[in-house]
């Protein structure tokens, strides 16, 4: 069964490092989505991407962030310059088309910013 | 703005008896609504969905849910719970039709089913 997947699964980097968070979609998905889990708290959606631009973004995802799809497979999420604030696992997701479908997950990438 | 409750941290079973997960929404429209399971070291896998047509959805593992559009509900519920189910669960809820993908998740129920 086809599934995404996420590189590194943990990540620790210093305060105002740059950071760079990778997915893997599923391959016939249109869909692609970041979200973010900060401990003890609900899971929160961060931006969705379609035919290579930001469909929807949060609040939360400010300048500091970005999103590309930098080849045919590669969904990436870079923080520029990180804060103690960003320490959460982040989230990937995909789905075929918006709406109805579901989407799917990967299993997360743990940033710990020190 | 849309949101998800799922008013109880931990619900506890005995394996065999039923379950029962809460979940109710806050959102204009009609929305679509999810459940996911997540258990340790592991992403959110999807179990249901309500789109439209029969309240009464059922997904995998054995799991079902009743969405009721005047108490805004959408319950998750199994007949007979399994040891293997005690795990994170959460509501999300969507826009529907017309709108974005964008999820709203509730803060997430754990389900401890005993031997």
């Known amino acids: 069964e086809p599934e995404v997947t996420q590189t590194p699964s943990h990540q620790v980097t210093q305060m105002g490092q740059e950071v760079i968070l990778r997915c893997v979609p599923i391959?016939?998905?249109?869909?692609f989505y970041w979200y973010r889990q900060i401990l003890g708290q609900k899971v929160e959606f961060l931006v969705s991407?379609?035919?290579?631009?930001?469909?929807?973004k949060s609040e939360i995802f400010d300048d500091q962030f970005s999103v590309e799809r930098p080849d045919g497979s590669n969904f990436t999420l870079k923080i520029r310059s990180t804060k103690l604030e960003d320490s959460a696992m982040y989230f990937c997701a995909s789905s075929r088309d918006r709406g109805e479908d579901e989407q799917y997950f990967g299993p997360g990438t743990r940033l710990t910013v020190t | 703005a849309q949101s998800v409750a799922q008013p109880e941290d931990q619900v506890n079973v005995a394996e065999g008896n039923p379950l029962t997960v809460k979940c109710t929404y806050s959102v204009s429209g009609n929305p679509y609504l999810f459940w996911y399971v997540q258990y340790p070291n592991r992403g959110l896998q999807f179990l249901l969905k309500y789109i439209t047509g029969d309240n009464l959805v059922k997904g995998s593992y054995g799991f079902e849910a009743e969405f009721n559009k005047s108490q805004t509900s959408f319950h998750l519920k199994k007949p007979s719970a399994l040891v293997s189910d005690s795990a994170l669960y959460f509501c999300a809820v969507s826009p529907g039709s017309g709108g974005y993908s964008t999820l709203t998740f509730g803060k997430g129920t754990m389900l401890l089913v005993s031997p």
């Open positions: 991407f379609y035919n290579n631009e930001i469909s929807e």
């Open positions: 391959s016939n998905h249109l869909y």
